[in-house]
């Protein structure tokens, strides 16, 4: 659990020091903001829950030629974003790793799926914020303010 509060700290403290030129606190800012919540909320709730309903829209979805050219463009598109923003990527592929083993840390514990989704959301957060407010907080000191 620690690892991933340091996981989701790091990131916050990266993403606030590389975008703070470009993302002054304006609807730009909690936009690119209410995207990284997003992603942790939706994560968590993957890691949790059942991927039935999941496969079967993907199963769907792929019967068709469009499907085919949809998923072989969104992977390409995804390979392309990888490899030009490789310091961003690499970021998202420690917070995927830290999460997952958080969930299989409480899966050995034996914890329920909500609890799970609750623990991994609220830790998750918490290091978002850790990492926000230590970033502004040593602006702030440097500034003079």
Same mark, same amino acid.
């Given at each position: 659990m620690v690892l991933l509060l340091a996981a989701y700290a +790091?990131? &916050?403290w990266f993403f606030t020091h590389t975008f703070t030129q470009v993302l002054t606190f304006s609807s730009t800012a909690y936009l690119a903001w209410g995207l990284v919540l997003g992603f942790t909320l939706l994560q968590a709730l993957l890691l +949790? %829950? $059942? *991927?039935?309903?999941?496969? #079967? @829209?993907v199963g769907?979805? /792929? $019967?068709?030629? !469009?499907?085919? *050219? %949809? @998923?072989? *463009? #969104?992977?390409?598109?995804g390979g392309t974003f990888a490899f030009i923003w490789s310091n961003v990527t690499g970021y998202f592929v420690v917070l995927i790793a830290a999460e997952i083993l958080a969930r299989l840390d409480l899966q050995n514990a034996r914890f329920s799926r909500l609890h799970s *989704?609750?623990? /991994? +959301? !609220?830790? &998750?957060?918490?290091?978002?914020? !850790?990492? @926000?407010?230590a970033s502004l907080r040593l602006d702030a000191s440097v500034t003079g303010a």
């Open positions: +790091t990131f &916050s +949790t %829950t $059942q *991927f039935n309903g999941l496969k #079967a @829209l769907r979805w /792929l $019967q068709s030629d !469009v499907g085919y *050219f %949809t @998923l072989i *463009f #969104a992977a390409s598109l *989704f609750t623990i /991994l +959301t !609220v830790i &998750s957060m918490l290091g978002l914020a !850790v990492g @926000l407010i």
